[in-house]
T-cell receptor, first 113, second 115 residues
């Protein structure tokens, strides 16, 4: 069975541009999580969905960040406009239920110049 | 606030030897889960082992085992017969349903394996 799929794996963009990160959770998983990893702050949760509904977005840093989950097999994390401080690795993870183990995708390394 | 502390920024072990990575956490909850994730240079986050707080028995997965001390809020990872492929960053993580199921991670421990 395929794991969590993220695209792109690497993204380099210029400040002010819109960036869209994509995630396909493991089939049958009902919960989806977006995490960000930086040297300064480590790994932190940005937002999570349960059954396609956003449950906790308290980790979303600013209004420039938005996330959607239009169906059970697809989610996006959008940054508009992007800033250099958004440079990080963004992980998507999914779990079968809210209480189950979270399995991570390979991550997207974002560089904002 | 829920916090996870990994006091060892870096550890080294000789191939085939045993190493223990430390983790402590702070919580007022009684029902929670603890995890160790491995992040190799590929940066993929790989689940190593999971422990439910209500279980007294320490979790084991092949060469990986934990020493879970609930009263002391300690959750260390022991790697036996270390292999070169074990070299990675190891993260201890905590999760409780009360706080939205998010994983709270420690800062990580870099493990180097010497041949």
């Amino acid at each position: 069975d395929a794991g969590v799929i993220q695209s792109p794996r690497h993204e380099v963009t210029e400040m002010g541009q819109e960036v869209t990160l994509r995630c396909k959770p493991i089939s049958g998983h009902n919960s989806l999580f977006w995490y960000r990893q930086t040297m300064m702050r480590g790994l932190e949760l940005l937002i999570y969905f349960n059954n396609n509904v956003p449950i906790d977005d308290s980790g979303m840093p600013e209004d420039r960040f938005s996330a959607k989950m239009p169906n059970a097999s697809f989610s996006t994390l959008k940054i508009q406009p992007s800033e250099p401080r958004d440079s990080a690795v963004y992980f998507c993870a999914s779990s079968a239920t809210r209480a189950d183990t979270q399995y991570f995708g390979p991550g997207t390394r974002l560089t904002v110049l | 606030a829920q916090t996870v502390t990994q006091s060892q920024p870096e550890m080294s072990v000789q191939e085939a030897e045993t190493v223990t990575l430390s983790c402590t956490y702070d919580t007022s909850e009684s029902d929670y889960y603890l995890f160790w994730y491995k992040q190799p240079p590929s940066r993929q986050m790989i689940l190593v082992i999971r422990q439910e707080a209500y279980k007294q028995q320490n979790a084991t997965e092949n060469r990986f085992s934990v020493n879970f001390q609930k009263a002391a809020k300690s959750f260390s990872l022991k790697i036996s017969d270390s292999q070169l492929g074990d070299a990675a960053m190891y993260f201890c993580a905590y999760r409780t349903m009360r706080y939205g199921n998010k994983l709270v991670f420690g800062a990580g421990t870099i493990l180097r394996v010497k041949s």
